[in-house]
């Protein structure tokens, strides 16, 4: 039972648009939610992310949404450039005893076409 | 400031032989976790350490796996007897706060 999904393995964009990455998630103790970047052969890297409290968090060409009614959340990347180019795993958290530990997706690898 | 090491950083084994793998934090960071990320999934926890104590291992297969913290710093990783399905990249991360993780460039191991 997958309790993050990114149900889009794959993401192709040209370079200037509009890169929207989606990730949906079962359950509802998770109140913090976190994008992480993925080079070839490298860790992950965080990039950003946002508390349950609020709606949406930017960070210069990043913006992430949520939606708890409908336990959904995206990463909107604008202009998209290709060194984004790489793998995207969405996380979540819970608060509590269970604060640190974090349910990655199985990610979505973006393509930003020149 | 300096990142997650982990080492070696590629390593092949044949199927019921043992492998250790070596990871040291940032400084300063009371957490550290170990991951198994098979091809094409995301990151899967094994077992999660706070300073020198384990918070989480319900994951780890605790029949071939162990892990160790020494002195809440440095941290090892060992599988023994390894299993074709053990193939996989095995990442490092730690952290400062209760969310934001810090990965190493990981291991990958292959079983044959």
């Known amino acids: 039972d997958q309790q993050v999904k990114q149900n889009s393995p794959s993401l192709s964009v040209q370079e200037g648009r509009i890169s929207i990455l989606n990730c949906d998630y079962t359950?509802?103790?998770?109140?913090?939610f976190l994008w992480y970047k993925k080079y070839p052969a490298e860790g992950p890297t965080f990039l950003i992310s946002?508390?349950?409290?609020?709606d949406k968090n930017e960070d210069g060409r990043f913006t992430v949404f949520l939606n708890k009614s409908a336990k959904h959340l995206s990463l909107h990347i604008v202009p998209s450039q290709p060194g984004d180019s790489a793998v995207y795993f969405c996380?979540?958290?819970?608060?509590?005893?269970?604060?640190?530990?974090?349910?990655f997706g199985d990610g979505t690898t973006l393509t930003v076409k020149p | 400031e300096a990142g997650v090491a982990q080492s070696p950083r590629y390593k092949i084994i044949e199927k019921r032989q043992s492998v250790a793998f070596w990871c040291n934090p940032i400084?300063?960071?009371?957490?550290l976790y170990w991951y198994q990320q098979i091809l094409g999934q995301g990151p899967k926890l094994l077992i999660q350490?706070?300073?020198?104590?384990?918070?989480?291992d319900s994951q780890l297969p605790k029949d071939r796996f162990s892990a160790e913290r020494l002195k809440g710093v440095d941290s090892t990783l060992k599988i023994q007897p390894a299993k074709l399905e053990d193939s996989a990249v095995y990442l490092c991360?730690?952290?400062?706060?209760?969310?934001?993780?810090?990965f190493g460039p990981g291991t990958r191991l292959t079983v044959t």
């Open positions: 991360a730690s952290s400062q706060s209760a969310y934001e993780q810090y």
């Open positions: 359950n509802s103790m998770f109140d913090y």
């Open positions: 946002i508390s349950s409290i609020k």
């Open positions: 996380a979540a958290s819970e608060i509590g005893a269970n604060a640190g530990k974090s349910t």
């Open positions: 400084s300063g960071h009371a957490t």
């Open positions: 350490f706070q300073n020198n104590g384990v918070v989480d």
